[in-house]
């Protein structure tokens, strides 16, 4: 099957959190405690990726040591580090990494991302992820962290001082002509003198630019705040749905913003989380999906369930709905909103125990969780793509890497068979996957209010 120039087709990351989406991943049978920590692990999973060419795999991460630890693995290794790994094992799969706005400054993020499309000749994508909560402000010197909006505000100055930096070099800087010997020409290599509310960067960055021009700037947030940075800045987007509906007034939110602000709406690639279960047949995948369901510790739950709602643990009774006299709206949560809006609908909704929504949710914060056989796991990602509520998915199996493999071998085959999904890449970088424009390099201007990120 070759896909039709000029069609819309369908994209595919897969998160490659730890042993797997499932809080009990790392206890199943197929998983591994120490997953974690290996590279094999993340290299073994990538190249099934790379094999069904998928657009991309994508490490998230966090600077704080979660109490999540006490019951399952949570973010180890730093996620760069990993991927450049990973990019000297393969050769087409795009590479995407979460690093914090809230904890890092703009050189080191943009130097870095820089050095992985240069290794990986063009397949870095960077997620820029404002960071909530005391504990992680508590390693950087702080005794809280900044407000919602304050984060925000930063993220936004932060990804547009990252884009000024990978443009600091023109295309044509690096000479390289040994008989004259001139290697770079310094007046096509330009500082670009930032001074803003949160940050002062003289530049320029000690990098020449890089195979994409600027690797894949990706934004996760569904928050008012977040909504306008990603329509404002981002190309690739995760979000989080429960419902077809929420995903269709997520999916346009974002495009009728990005085309407020001038940008094109084709330009910014819509991914939902979606959690998968897949096996041969809906029974195997039922049956698969409730012995992970089971190994999802309460306690665990009900901590994590607690802290996304802003409430005492010891308020949640396992066989009772949640305490909504002591749940407050949206606005008023300083971190994971998204999460907590399609967690809360979905407990009102079907009026779920504390109990079922975490098994419903399989020990996490709220992406929808499918579980059945190739027709069932293709129905619902065609449904939604053909919809208008997705551009693809950010995919989460069960257990990594058996749950990739299943979902390769099963569901890959089915989509192709619908023509929805790639044969073979088309191109070598994530801008070409994605369907992204190269961009040509945005001179800044030291005395403009904002950083020319277009």
Known sequence: MTLSPGRRHLHLNVNIFQSGIFAGAWRAPDGDPRAAFSLDHYIATARIAEAAKLDAVFLADTPVLTPDIAHRPEYALEPTVILAGIAAHTSRIGLIATASTSYNEPYNIAR???????LSRGRAGFNAVTTAGPAAARNFGLDQAPAHRDRYRRAAEFVGVVGALWDSWDDDALIGDSARGVFADPARIHAIDHQGEFFRVQGPLNTPRSPQGRPVLVQAGGSPDGIELAAAHAEAVFSAA???DEGKAYYRAIKSRAAALGRDPDGIVVLPGLSTVVAATRDEALE???GLQDLIPLRYGLDRLAALLGID??????DAELPWDLIGPAKDVQGLQTFFTVTTDLARRERLTARQLIRRLGGGLGHRVVAGGPADIADTIEEWFTAGAADGFNLMPDVLPSGLAAFAEHVVPELR?????RDDYAGATLRDHFGLTRPPVARYAPDAAEVLVR
Do not use: K, M
Not at 112 to 118: I, S, T, Y
Not at 417 to 421: A, I
């Open 288 to 290: 698969r999906l409730n």
């Open 112 to 118: 870095r991302f820089a050095a992985l499309d240069h």
């Open 417 to 421: 068979r619908r023509g929805l999904f």
């Open 242 to 244: 429960q419902t077809l």
């Open 313 to 318: 643990a010891d308020a949640l009774d396992p």
